[in-house]
């Protein structure tokens, strides 16, 4: 394939995600976590891979 093609198509998959995840769950900002907790007190939770087990 040449870059004709596949560019726009590589294009409308990203779309279609990001379509897909919007419909899915719509972004609430008032419950979304803030982007950085510095001295927020909130914890980290969830997959972090560098946290230490308690």
Same mark, same amino acid.
């Given at each position: 394939m040449t870059r004709r093609v596949t560019a726009p198509l &590589? $294009? #409308? $998959?990203v779309a279609a995600v990001v379509l897909l995840d $919007?419909? &899915? #769950? !719509? !972004?609430? @900002?008032?419950? #979304?976590? @803030?982007m950085l907790a510095l001295g927020s007190g909130v914890? #980290?939770? *969830? *997959?972090f891979c *560098? &946290?230490?087990p308690n």
């Open positions: &590589a $294009l #409308a $998959l $919007l419909r &899915a #769950a !719509p !972004p609430n @900002p008032w419950v #979304a976590p @803030p914890t #980290a939770s *969830g *997959g *560098g &946290a230490l």
